[in-house]
């Protein structure tokens, strides 16, 4: 709880109904059709809802570790099942219709030890690039409130009064967002508009209506028409959810759920610093302090009075300018990061098909 700054529900009670589990044990869970068998280290207890499976003849556990979660054998487990997206479960059923490799428990240990070894250093690549994706980040969210709150160059500052910008340029002012900004609620009737839109990670993204993927509805009527310019904010969940970008800015016309605050600037010309500077308020966390009691959660009459430095238009433009230039090239190291991520990942997913359907044996030691 310490470590991630939230609460955990622990279950003292109504345990009778619950599944033993001992170590190598194989569970299906209930995300098994997209990332296979889970195998337990540790001895412990899982609910009803998951499948323990316990081998009835000698293995290597770790040989059958690997091979769970390879992507043959998930694509196997899932044809067994025809109505995956409509909530039914793999069951053990499932399980028992897709053949199993047993290769001598000699070539199970070399090939997992093998592995274990292989895919320990592909992990160790992974996380150098993950943790220069951080380090390139925090980079990113420093100057972005550096420069919201200080300007492009040098200059005499004052002191606001304000806790999340306590100083900012003698010649700027401060004032209330709402001032500055309506909400705007167009609800998509009739269907008018399908260009999808949805907020990841601070930035508003297009997505495929026709998509299978993630929970979407059967009908987008009630979703939001948003214009290029306009500010997108989520307001759900504040304590709980602090990794999470808040503020994200349209740059095309689409339908957002209705569930995200939408707010458009009075001057487009200063759609961009605005959208920095609750950026900035955002990774200030700002909005954590807000939202109180059980809705954790936050409307637009309350946010509207967040206050944020006001600097002259010219300069407001000037300063968006320059961020959208920098983040540019913060954006392109991080994709690059991002894409060798991909490649290591894939690399070592061949590697551990080719491994355990024996497609390639194991070098000699």
């Not at 492009?152 to 004032?175: A, C, Y």
């Not at 999808?196 to 930035?203: A, E, F, Q, V």
């Not at 090239?329 to 991520?341: G, H, P, V």
Request: hydrophobic letters at 35%.
């Amino acid at each position: 709880m310490r470590l991630i700054g939230g609460n955990i529900v622990l279950a003292d009670k109504g345990l009778d109904d619950w599944k033993h589990v001992e170590p190598n044990d194989y569970i299906i869970s209930l995300r098994s059709f997209q990332g296979g068998l889970e195998m337990s280290r540790v001895t412990g207890c899982v609910t009803w809802h998951y499948i323990v499976l316990r081998p009835r003849q000698e293995i290597y556990p770790d040989y059958y570790k690997h091979l769970f979660k390879c992507d043959g054998y998930i694509a196997e487990l899932n044809s067994t099942c025809q109505y995956l997206r409509d909530g039914q479960d793999l069951r053990f059923s499932n399980f028992v219709q897709v053949p199993l490799p047993i290769p001598p428990i000699a070539e199970q240990r070399a090939i997992a030890a093998y592995l274990d070894k292989a895919c320990a250093e592909v992990d160790r690549a992974i996380e150098a690039a993950e943790t220069s994706i951080e380090e390139y980040l925090t980079y990113k969210h420093s100057i972005t409130y550096a420069t919201v709150i200080g300007g492009i160059g040098k200059s005499p500052l004052k002191r606001t009064g304000v806790e999340w910008m306590s100083e900012i340029p003698e010649e700027w002012n401060t004032i209330e967002v709402g001032r500055l900004a309506e909400q705007i609620k167009n609800s998509n009737d009739g269907m008018l508009e399908t260009n999808l839109l949805s907020l990841s990670y601070g930035t508003v993204r297009r997505r495929d209506i026709n998509s299978n993927e993630g929970l979407l509805p059967a009908s987008f009527e009630s979703y939001n028409i948003i214009e290029d310019g306009d500010i997108v904010l989520r307001f759900t969940d504040l304590q709980n959810d602090q990794k999470s970008l808040r503020v994200g800015r349209a740059t095309e016309r689409g339908i957002i759920t209705s569930a995200y605050v939408v707010i458009r600037p009075n001057e487009y010309e200063s759609s961009r610093y605005i959208y920095y500077a609750l950026h900035s308020y955002d990774l200030r966390k700002g909005f954590y302090g807000m939202g109180a009691g059980v809705r954790q959660g936050l409307k637009w009459q309350e946010a509207r009075y967040i206050q944020i430095p006001q600097p002259p238009l010219e300069e407001q433009i000037a300063i968006a300018d320059y961020l959208d230039a920098k983040c540019a090239e913060i954006d392109a190291a991080i994709e690059a990061k991002r894409n060798i991520i991909d490649e290591l990942k894939a690399y070592r997913k061949s590697l551990v098909y080719e491994y355990v359907t024996g497609k390639r044996e194991v070098p000699c030691q």
